[in-house]
């Protein structure tokens, strides 16, 4: 009699590191996208801020909804206050005080 013993996986072993490498797969994916989106509402939250930036010195922006607010303010300076609205909904206001020598 001789025993021979087989050697490699069974099919449930198969299976189930199949299993594990596809819900390890679905997680990672979900998490980059994730990530992603994350990374684009950044992005768009910094051209926002530029936007409004841009406001202030006086250049319109096509795309974007920018608004300029100027009040007076103290010693004679203007009180100035842009909002840039992007269109996917993002925003951004800045306020400076600006004095003329």
Excluded: H, K, N
Excluded at 22 to 33: A, D, E
Excluded at 77 to 84: K, P, R, Y
């Amino acid at each position: 009699m001789s025993s021979e013993r087989q050697q490699g996986f069974s099919l449930a072993e198969v299976l189930f590191a199949l299993l594990l490498f596809s819900l390890s797969l679905t997680v990672l994916m979900q998490y980059q996208r994730v990530l992603t989106q994350g990374f684009a509402q950044q992005w768009q939250q910094r051209q926002a801020w530029r936007y409004a930036a841009q406001r202030i010195e006086g250049q319109a922006v096509d795309g974007w909804q920018t608004q300029l607010l100027a009040q007076p303010g103290p010693g004679g300076c203007q009180l100035l206050s842009a909002q840039a609205r992007g269109p996917l909904g993002r925003e951004a206001q800045l306020t400076t005080l600006r004095c003329e020598p």
